[in-house]
């Protein structure tokens, strides 16, 4: 996932549940690169990240694939940026978004 800094991401999960492939997804933002957040979202020891909860406590096993991640939107803007995650968030109502 090459993409430019300052996007709206979406991530699926990439496990395999009894009933078949998981659909737990996530939307979120970032202004750094999104490389580094998503790695973030991948370390065990991240408290605040819904998607690392998810594959590491909630859901042993499951990954998420750096790879498989979508650019929903490139945003420069901070505000604007949060308004366009938070339209993509109603829109698509991903399951890992608690907030």
Do not use: M
Not at 8 to 32: A, L, S, W
Not at 37 to 55: C, D, G
């Amino acid at each position: 996932l090459v993409a430019p800094c300052g996007v709206v991401y979406h991530i699926q999960c990439q496990g395999q549940n009894i009933k078949g492939p998981c659909k737990e997804t996530h939307i979120g933002e970032t202004e750094r690169a999104p490389k580094t957040r998503f790695l973030e979202h991948k370390r065990p020891s991240s408290t605040t990240s819904e998607v690392s909860q998810h594959i590491h406590t909630e859901s042993p096993g499951h990954s998420v694939s750096l790879d498989k991640a979508k650019i929903l939107d490139t945003e420069p803007d901070l505000l604007a940026r949060g308004a366009e995650e938070a339209t993509h968030i109603r829109a698509l109502q991903p399951s890992l978004n608690r907030d």
